[in-house]
């Protein structure tokens, strides 16, 4: 009987572990049929451009993940990707691991080219954003892995400003990061950017225009624009009325407004003029006439809506100071 009884039980025991070898093989079918069915997508968008410069500015965007397992491994080897970075996927407008990957690299080599001849140009434009960590709405598996800040819309800028022969740079430091080491609160904020500007000044003594960018607050029925099929978020241009140079900065986004309602009638929302108690009432538009504040949509726009204003306002630059 007892003979009896542990056979039965071994029995059992190998049953289970055939269940678990069965379950175990599966899993492993179902998760490979996934990755086979993701390897023949073929990722697509109509802002070919965007994509460039998503991939150009990497380092600003993307949200490094640190997760290192095995199962992370298996799919960035599968796949030919890096998992933790996603947008590798735009590398090739990725078509998977039955075809033969061929890298984009001429893509990323003519970015390289056309930024170091820029190198060679004297800076006339400082594009900073005080408030850098203000977000955008994500849309899309694009930007799963991307950061949509209000500094994706600097970068926008720069590509166009640059592609019209007007050397532009963006402010890169960690302004929040500075105001955190010194101890300060929030609005100190304009503090430490109008310090970054005086260094930038001081280092490139060409720059003449800076534009201050940031994202606000507002509802997206306030920031959102719909024209003739393409959607838009809006702008607000803020002025300082504590400032002793007022109306040259008013003038100077006076011309800017204007342009841009011309080409896209209501594409901005107003001049917003600030002073008064709880307000900034300068913002750093004292350190030239050519000093401007725009905000570009509001918290829930997409990355495409800020994409399709940022162009016009690039188009309108171009023409103020080209």
Avoid: W
């Avoid at 640059?162 to 050397?167: H, P, Q, R, V, Y």
């Avoid at 930038?200 to 959102?224: C, G, M, Q, W």
Wanted: contains cysteine.
């Amino acid at each position: 009987m007892k003979k009896r009884f542990i056979v039965k039980k071994k029995k059992k025991r190998a049953n289970k572990k055939i269940k678990v070898l069965i379950l175990l093989s599966l899993f492993l079918v179902a998760f490979y049929s996934s990755l086979c069915f993701c390897a023949r997508l073929k990722f697509k968008s109509d802002h070919q451009e965007l994509l460039n410069i998503l991939l150009s500015h990497s380092n600003s965007f993307i949200k490094e993940k640190k997760d290192n397992t095995f199962l992370v491994k298996a799919i960035s080897y599968l796949l030919q990707i890096d998992v933790k970075r996603p947008s590798t996927l735009l590398y090739t407008g990725y078509t998977g691991i039955f075809k033969e990957q061929e890298k984009s690299t001429h893509i990323i080599s003519k970015n390289v080219e056309e930024k170091q001849s820029i190198l060679y140009k004297e800076p006339r434009v400082y594009i900073y954003n005080t408030h850098q960590k203000e977000e955008y709405q994500p849309s899309s598996f694009l930007e799963y892995s991307v950061s949509p800040n209000v500094m994706l819309s600097s970068y926008i800028l720069k590509e166009q400003l640059d592609k019209s022969g007007i050397a532009t740079i963006v402010e890169e430091r960690d302004i929040q990061g500075e105001v955190s080491r010194l101890g300060k609160k929030y609005y100190y904020s304009y503090t430490v950017s109008r310090k970054f500007m005086e260094e930038a000044k001081l280092k490139y003594p060409t720059l003449e225009y800076f534009i201050d960018v940031h994202r606000d607050s507002v509802s997206k029925n306030l920031s959102y624009l719909e024209k003739d099929g393409k959607g838009y978020a809006k702008v607000l241009f803020i002025i300082g009325k504590e400032n002793p140079n007022y109306q040259e900065n008013y003038n100077f986004t006076k011309q800017i407004f204007d342009l841009m309602e011309s080409k896209v009638p209501g594409i901005t929302r107003s001049i917003y003029e600030k002073a008064g108690e709880g307000v900034d009432g300068v913002y750093n538009q004292d350190f030239s006439p050519n000093t401007i504040l725009v905000e570009i949509g509001g918290e829930e726009n997409t990355v495409d809506e800020v994409y399709n204003t940022t162009l016009v306002l690039g188009e309108v630059l171009k023409e103020v100071i080209g």
